[in-house]
């Protein structure tokens, strides 16, 4: 077990790309290791075959072949090659001068190890795809500054100060032989497809090994510089590869929630990337990207907990994108309409997780083909939870059973029958949600009355159906975004596992 200790050690491998990028310091754990250096060999394993015989005074072709199992042709073929290399004399009886050196430096290359370093996520825990032979340590000025510069050039007195974010360290386990495996298969697949996108003598020299051995069982800490820019695609950050072989580093993009979920400040220093034009200096369609990278962002820094769980983290961001808009004083009937539509489809998908999560033991449930109001209603009332009100399980039981049971293998249902079947889960498992939060927490009778404004927003509304209808307003709209996003939140403990 190895838990991140702040020694104030910093690593540096890549200067900072084109554009715009912040520097930050990524925690990881360095294990130093031995292994045999892989070097391109002179002959081909046949070749050192025939030359261990000849060297132990075997250098009859047909005693050759008897011995190996080679096709005597191969054993002569192999000998006119030793041969035409001066490796053997010209009676292929004895090696040469020059073929003594050269078989004993291949018995020698199996012998010669080289020192490296593995290193390790402090924050995930996980290793990362990369193997380096040196500790590219870079001082600061100020060794015992808890926010380090860097002088990068005392003649311009240019000074480089990376984001050092807070985390909560954790023990992580000894290395096994497969994430140590896994780790160096990465690192040659990466190296190989870096070799056929970029130029090659641009990379950095690649790592060849054939085993490893640890050198010691508790690893050093350290600081590696990372450099982060705006993204061009979905994400909003693009991390850089801080060893310069890829363009990004693909195994870091999961583990940054973490790290702004610890240090709010760093989502802070990281949102300069991302820039915001003045709405009057962009298309309307320019503007309603822009309001989708803030809605991101705001979900960043305001809900990382819901990272983890990147269906809900996008309907979280829909509805932010909404709220702005409105702000924004976009609020015509359509927009009011598809406003109360995605605060809906927020709830649907944590229902949705909510279901998948928490199973339960649903076999026990009765089987019945007819809808049975009175036997809804007593599943709803003996399942005993505190959010669940008489007037919540008396609309509720007006669900059709068979639906939604069968919204536990495909809950596409309606939020009204997700709810249901998100209540029935909590069936035979001590663990749920729902078993912990009360009425005045989830109040689920807002949450009825938001499923009943979305189906009044889909269909036909005019006084020929007689029918009364609540007038859809901005007012009521932000009501409803705000109790979409304090409903989410109530679930972040369990959604952040």
Known sequence: MAAFVDTMTYLKYVNKP???ARAILWPVLVHQVLYPEVQQPKM??????????IRANTFDAGDIAELTGFHINLVKLIQAQLLSRGWIDDKAIELTESGLKAIGEEDDQSEQLASGYLFQDAVSGKFWPRIDNRLAIIEPDNPSDKFPKFSLSRKTGKVLEPFKPSFKPVNHATPKTQDTMRAWQDYRSDYRIARQLYTPDKLPK?????GLTYQSEQPESAWIFVWITASHNSRLWSIKDPFDIRDEAWWLTGNLPELLENDKNLSRSLSGLI???EPENQTVSEWLISLRDQA?????????????????????SVVLTRQEMLENGQNHKNDLEAAITECQKLLEVLMQWLIKSFQGAVEQLPKSKQNDTNLNRSLLTNLNLPAFTEDVIATLSRQKLQMVIRAFKNPTSSLKALVFAAALGTIGTDVHPLKVLNSEQLDLQKLLALADLRNQTSHGNSRY???????????????NIEFALQFTEQFKEWIRG
Do not use: C, H
């Open 465 to 479: 159906t007689g029918k009364q209808y609540t007038e859809i307003t901005v007012e009521v709209v932000q009501e």
């Open 206 to 210: 690649q790592i060849k090994l054939s």
């Open 44 to 53: 081909n394993l046949f070749q050192k075959v025939v030359m261990r015989l």
């Open 296 to 316: 991101s962002l705001q979900v960043m820094m305001d809900y990382p907990w819901v990272q983890k769980e990147p269906d809900i983290a996008d309907a979280l």
């Open 18 to 20: 084109s554009g715009k």
């Open 275 to 277: 820039e915001q034009p």
